[in-house]
């Protein structure tokens, strides 16, 4: 399993490159431009999330191309294994964006007067459940897309991919007022914002699609067509 993952990794290491660069010019941005404390966190939560799944899933046209479910799926490897790995991998790439994160705050710290702002131990739990979710659902549109052929119940796959999506996102353009289309300090503001330090639900939920995601993986009948 760590194998497949490190060989994606390997193979992609010049997209993935390009989008941790990318992480760590939007933390000095945030840090730097961002004028209101309270959106620093919500918005590198943001970033965070969006960059570690592109960073995994912006290839995705070429990584079907390339068939490689079906080569992997021809490794001495369980289905179950590679299941995991599929899991795992964005995983993987979320806590090295942590650490690139600590790493720029440390960097940045001697030239400005006050600490830049970082999420805390329960924004970061929240923030892997909701990576969890997202990438769990992002699994479960392609396998069973795999599955069924027919049009309607592809298009419904799709539209509660795309539900969970925008979900995921939502909270925080509500919370820093993206565009003032929001509001200041409303009760949703405050709501989602206390939301956003209870990881244990965003985390049993990423447990739970991750589960359902596995299970879709390995009942699938072809391999061929990824």
Request: hydrophobic letters at 55%; glycine letters at 6%.
């Amino acid at each position: 399993m760590w194998r497949i993952i490190r060989t994606e990794v390997w193979y992609d290491r010049s997209r993935i490159g390009l989008f941790l660069l990318f992480c760590v010019s939007s933390f000095f941005s945030i840090w730097l431009g961002v004028k209101w404390e309270r959106n620093r966190v919500p918005m590198i939560m943001l970033m965070v999330l969006v960059l570690s799944l592109s960073a995994v899933y912006a290839g995705e046209k070429n990584r079907i191309m390339q068939k490689r479910d079906r080569l992997h799926a021809s490794l001495p490897v369980s289905l179950w294994q590679i299941g995991i790995s599929h899991l795992f991998f964005p995983v993987f790439i979320l806590l090295g964006i942590y650490f690139l994160l600590f790493i720029s705050a440390f960097a940045l710290r001697p030239f400005v007067e006050r600490s830049p702002t970082l999420p805390s131990p329960a924004h970061m739990l929240t923030l892997t459940g909701l990576v969890l979710i997202v990438n769990a659902v992002i699994l479960l549109h392609r396998d069973l897309r795999m599955t069924f052929v027919g049009k309607p119940l592809r298009f419904f796959i799709f539209l509660f991919w795309f539900v969970v999506y925008i979900g995921a996102l939502l909270p925080f353009y509500v919370i820093t007022n993206f565009f003032g289309m929001f509001g200041e300090a409303t009760p949703a503001q405050h709501f989602l914002t206390r939301l956003l330090e209870l990881p244990a639900g965003f985390l049993a939920a990423g447990v739970l699609f991750s589960a359902l995601s596995l299970w879709a993986f390995v009942r699938r009948k072809s391999y061929a067509g990824s």
